[in-house]
Structure formats: structure tokens, C-alpha cells
């Protein structure tokens, strides 16, 4: 029997980012199953390990479409890096284009990727983990998407109703991303922690479609006499503008708020923070899935979230977690005072998360269902 081949296409290798873990989790699946695995990724952190994943692969220099804003200049040395994208892609490409049965592009981010795939005629299965704005330059990339892809893959049902209209005529699933057991491996919460500090934990890059700086200032202004931590776990992608976070961070005039800035850490790490935190916060402006509220509703740690992405579908506010709208400064202050203060109701919300988790985050159910749509049309 003919051992089943794919090529995986990835738009990052770094230590943490959900897309990054989507990848990978995809990525040792596929390796464990015994399929023979092309794969194409940027350097990275995470490099040396997608290599031992894979029979063949390609590196590539670390660059992205810049999806969140028209920015001229990122498109100009988005296109110079496509260039030199190309001619190291082209010939890869070319020598396995007619041995593999299936690909799968992990990102709407890798354009350049698409854009050689689609000139050499290899349909691919495409995974969309975020919205490119503005939206005219979305419909005019998802137009390509939509002619050049043979099945298209969303997040969240908040994707798919904005992407919709750009692929009619093209089935899109949703997949939502999930937590790998072995992640979760060893993770437990310290029985022995003190009780006299409340930790907030915030998990993201530092940038500002992040919007990190909310829960700074949410945090200034907090009624609660209690003494409070709050964490940022995350890379520095914007260098201005976490040196602006810092500024607000030292302006806070209570002496019971502690802010940290953990900087980039493990996927375990990361999870152990979660998991011994009191509450999460997302603070996003716009996203498509994060995986922090899969983490809260595993771990049953009170989670509030922005009104974007996966977070209208699987948070019912007040029931398993809290929903509050973009740049609502005043609301967020008012949540985080009520969550410290309110122990049964930090009891209430944590006994509804568990059921919540096991309806929408199946990690059995997100391998088997990747696989599935790939290798549907073979």
C-alpha cells in the first residue's frame, strides 16, 4: 500500500502564537501516522524541531503578509522578500510538485507561498487564522484564495461570517483549534500558593492589535485593596510600543498593583501560568481563535475577553466567562473589581467551564477533522 505524502506549509516556527501550535500539533500528527511530509517553514524557534518532523523540507526568510493595516512600506519589502522567496521556492516546488497528495497551508498570512503555489498549479487546502484589513485588500487576496484553493478551513464562526461572501460557491469548515494532551501534561494548579496576591494573566504578542495596554489601564484604576499581579506573557513584536506599555506601567499610582512583563516563555510555561493564575484577559482588538480561552475553560480559571473572534461562541457572558466591547476601559475595571471580590461567583463561572471545554475543543476531533478535508479529493 502506498505510504500517503503531504506538504505542510507553515507561516511561522516561533515558541508561542496558536497558528504556530496549530502547525506543529498538525505537523507531529501526520509524522506519527507514518505519512511522508514535505513541509516549507520559516526560521524560527521552533525550526530545528519541524525538521525532525518532517522527511524533506524547505526553510524560508521570516515574513508574513501584514494583514492588520495598508501599510506601504510593509508591502514594498513584503514583495522584495517574496522575490527572494521565490527562487528557492520555485525549485523545491518543482522537484516534488507531482509527489504529494495532499497540501495544506497553514495561514492566509503566507501570500507569497499561495502565490507560487497557485502559478505552478498545486491545489492546496488552506487554513485562515486571521482577517486581513482592510477589507478591500482581504477580497482582493481571498479572490485569489478562492480560485487557486480546493478547500478552505476557518477558526471560528466569526471568520467565516466575514470571509463568507469572498469565497461563495466554496464550502468553509471550521475547525477550532484545540490543546494537545501532552501539552497539558504535568500542569496542575499549586495547592500551596498564597492566597494574598490575585494574578490576572494576559498571553499574547505584544503589539497593538494586542491592545495590552487596556488592562494596564483598567488595572490603575481598580477599587480593590487587594494586592494584584498582572502578567504579560509574550514576545515583543513592536518595540515602541511595548516601551509604551512600560511607561503606563510605571504610572500607576497604587502601590497593590504589580505589572510584570514575563516576556517570551514555553508553551508549558505558559500553561502553568494560566493554569495557577485567578483570572485571564483578552484584550484583543480583533481575533480570529485564541487559544487562552480554550486554556481558561480547560483549567477552570475565570476568563474575560473582547467581543471578536471564538470568544462570542463559546463565552456566554456571566455563565462560563465575561464579554466586554473594544476599548471599554471602564467595563473591564468594573469585571476584574467584581471577579476579586466575588469569590462565588469566581466558584460559579469555573463549574460551568469544564462542559463548555468538552463541547468545543475535541483535540481528537481537530486532527481526524484536518485530515478528513485533506485528503477528501484524493
Not at 505584544?206 to 494586592?227: D, Y
Not at 460559579?348 to 476531533?365: G, M, P, V
Amino acid at each position: 500500500m502506498k505510504k500517503k505524502t503531504i506538504l505542510m506549509i507553515s507561516h511561522s516556527s516561533n515558541k508561542t502564537g496558536g497558528g504556530e501550535w496549530d502547525f506543529q500539533r498538525l505537523l507531529e500528527y501526520f509524522h506519527n501516522q507514518g505519512y511522508y511530509v514535505y513541509s516549507v517553514f520559516p526560521d524560527g524557534h521552533k525550526a530545528d524541531y519541524f525538521k525532525k518532523l518532517s522527511n524533506e523540507f524547505l526553510v524560508l526568510p521570516d515574513n508574513i503578509f501584514p494583514f492588520n493595516e495598508f501599510n506601504l512600506r510593509k508591502y514594498l519589502y513584503f514583495s522584495y522578500i517574496t522575490i527572494q522567496k521565490f527562487t528557492i521556492l520555485f525549485p523545491f516546488l518543482n522537484r516534488i510538485k507531482n509527489n504529494f497528495d495532499a497540501c495544506f497551508v497553514n495561514s492566509s498570512a503566507c501570500l507569497s507561498e499561495i502565490l507560487a503555489l497557485g502559478i505552478m498549479n498545486i491545489p492546496y487546502t488552506l487554513s485562515i487564522k486571521e482577517v486581513i484589513h482592510p477589507g478591500y485588500v482581504r477580497r482582493v487576496i481571498n479572490s485569489y484564495y478562492r480560485k487557486t484553493s480546493n478547500d478552505v478551513i476557518v477558526i471560528s464562526e466569526f471568520i467565516r461570517n466575514i470571509v463568507k461572501d469572498d469565497f461563495k460557491g466554496k464550502e468553509v469548515s471550521i475547525i477550532r483549534s484545540s490543546i494537545a494532551d501532552d501539552d497539558l501534561a504535568g500542569i496542575s494548579r499549586n495547592t500551596s500558593r498564597s492566597d494574598n496576591e490575585f494574578v490576572i494573566v494576559n498571553s499574547g504578542v505584544i503589539t497593538p492589535i494586542k491592545n495590552q495596554e487596556l488592562l494596564i489601564k483598567a488595572a490603575a484604576g481598580l477599587k480593590t485593596e487587594s494586592n494584584v499581579k498582572v502578567s504579560f506573557i509574550g514576545r515583543i513584536e513592536d518595540k515602541a510600543y511595548f516601551e509604551k506599555l512600560q511607561t503606563l506601567a510605571k504610572s500607576l499610582p497604587k502601590g497593590n498593583i504589580k505589572i510584570i512583563f514575563e516576556g517570551e516563555v514555553s508553551k508549558k510555561q505558559a500553561l502553568d501560568m494560566e493554569c495557577n493564575s485567578d483570572l485571564l484577559v483578552v484584550t484583543s482588538k480583533h481575533e480570529g481563535m485564541s487559544l487562552v480561552i480554550a486554556e481558561g475553560l480547560y483549567f477552570r480559571v475565570p476568563v474575560i475577553s473582547t467581543r471578536t473572534g471564538v470568544a462570542l461562541e463559546v463565552l456566554k457572558d456571566g455563565y462560563n466567562g465575561f464579554l466586554f466591547n473594544e476599548n471599554d476601559v471602564n467595563k473591564l475595571r468594573e469585571l476584574i473589581d467584581e471577579i476579586i471580590a466575588n469569590k462565588e461567583l469566581r466558584e460559579y463561572i469555573s463549574n460551568n467551564q469544564k462542559d463548555s471545554y468538552d463541547k468545543y475543543f475535541s483535540f481528537n476531533y481537530y486532527l481526524k477533522e484536518h485530515e478528513r478535508i485533506l485528503f477528501r479529493n484524493g
